[in-house]
């Protein structure tokens, strides 16, 4: 009986524990679903999360990298230079790292550059020794003294870089500290003494630099290949190996080497030359460094015509097709007429292409703006020897300019008149122009001097005529009457119309976007000889060239164009206090054809050269309103 009880209890718990079961089952289930959906919708947020940080930081690296490698940022001149001044309180350390840092973003492709091509309308464009070239603007030796970062400066925009001064063999310059910062005046302090890894160290680096161009133009990495590239078939000059820009090479001699034999000073001066300049576009004679002792000794006219006659000579022996310019760098301290005078008739004796005006000066300019009380630091600092530049330098600067330009286009044109009317009792041109030195030539000299130039070459031209076309006679005059009577067409109405209608020479159109119309400059006629061949107009109006129409290649440069009226100018860089657009105006218009920088790079960053042509647009924009 008892069994049978206990068998239906059974019954009931395994029916209950079953439900039991079921409902636990059914309410895990429940729970289960809902952590699956509560989990799937935080995984979906976590997603959507992470997209928009993943996307936030690729946009904010991908503008960053845009940003921080753009010239134009201000970063660079209020973040970094900063930083290193802050960091690197030698100024030379903080310019070595600066250098080095350039190099190593330069090699992953991560240097500043200046982009959008704003110097694609050819609005700033000039020419100098053949080259039509993107700007006016360039920077001076010691920005990049060993040839490490040539492509990192030519991509921030300058059109002209020069890179040393390279001496013959390696020297470590003067002891350090040799590099000071006048912060109130943004100006420097340098007695480097030519610091140089030697002029065998920088070829091989130059050499490479091109062979591995070559090798990316699919042309190899050997010597013929590199022989192509330096014969211009690559149509970009050898040096710069960039279209519209060029790179120089300032050489100057070893510091050991007397100054009192001529010899060895034009032994070190080839040396360097003969390794260098084949992989230049300019190469640069200093001898105007005023931390080198005696150097500024070479630029008396007997020891720089001899050295820079050697140096022309050893640039036209290089191996290849496209020529190599020389110019001669000299000192802002040299500034007396005879001085002048001196070195430019050693420009034309030699043959030498132009002259860089300016260097660093031993003078101690007085504070800007007037009145300025600098710090007792900075008082101190300003004792210390060697060469001093910064914006107090400029107005020197485009005096100096100034009279370079007409007394290399007085030379000219003299010289030219001189060539035009020889005379066996003739005092030779050194010898007139330094009796001269003390009477400028007047606008009416010059007049009477054309005037002689062209009743000269009038006379020339038909002597030339009379000996190659013996005089017609009436018979020979009568033959061709009647010949040309049988193939004129007849004079009526219609073939009148025809006539005007269909001009047998059609005259091209000349523009010129700094004009006021275009008939007034065809009208004007020949500028006068003292008048820079890139400006629009008279040195007044500061206005820059009309852009070319026909960019000439590297590898066929077209020369200048010169006539006895119009002498071949010789060309003019200019250096020293120039830190802005408006100043680069100035200088050009003083007769200069390149305006170069160094200091206003040291306090304003990579990004001055596109910041100073962007204020030279402005202010030509400004000027063409006005008119």
Known sequence: ????????????????????????????????????????????VTRLKNLLLGTTIGLTLILGYYYTTDTRASFHEWLVIPSLRYFYPDAEDAHEFGNRALKALGSFGLQPRERGNPDGKGDLAVDVFGHTLSNPIGTSAGIDKHCEIPDVL?????????????????????????????????ALINRYGLNSEGADYIAMRLRQRVREYAYHMGWG?????????????????????????????????????????IQAVIKDYVYCVDNLARYADIIVINVSSPNTPGLRGLQKVEPLTNILKAVVGAARRVRRKVPVNVIVKVSPDEDKEEDVRGICDAVFDSGVDGVVVGNTTKRRPDPIPAGYSLSAQEQRLLLEQGGYSGPQTFDRTVALVRRYRKMLDEISFLRTENDSQPAPDQPSMNTKARSNSDQPTTAESLKKAGSSVASAAKSLLLETHEETHPPITPTEIEDSTERDKKHLKPQTAETEEQSKSQPLIRLPERTNPFSSSTSSSSAEGPSPPSQPHHLAASPSTDTLPSPSTSPTSPSSPTPLQSSPNRPQRKIIFATGGITNGAQALEVLSAGADVAQVYTALVYGGIGTVSKMKQEMREELRGRMVKQ
């Open 154 to 186: 030519l991509a921030a925009g300058p059109a002209v870089i020069e890179i040393g001064g390279v001496t013959p063999q390696p020297q470590e310059g003067n002891p350090k500290p040799r590099v000071w910062r006048i912060p109130s005046q943004k």
């Open 1 to 44: 009986m008892l069994w049978d009880k206990l068998i239906p209890i059974t019954i009931r718990l395994l029916d209950d524990v079953d439900r039991s079961r079921d409902r636990f089952a059914s309410t895990t289930s429940a729970i289960a679903a809902s952590t699956n959906t509560a989990q799937d919708a935080r995984s979906f």
């Open 221 to 261: 990495i050997d010597e013929d290949a590199e022989q192509r590239i330096l014969d211009g078939e690559a149509g970009v000059p050898p040096g710069s190996l960039q279209e519209g820009k060029l790179m120089a090479v300032q050489v100057a001699k070893n510091k050991w080497t007397a100054d009192d034999d």
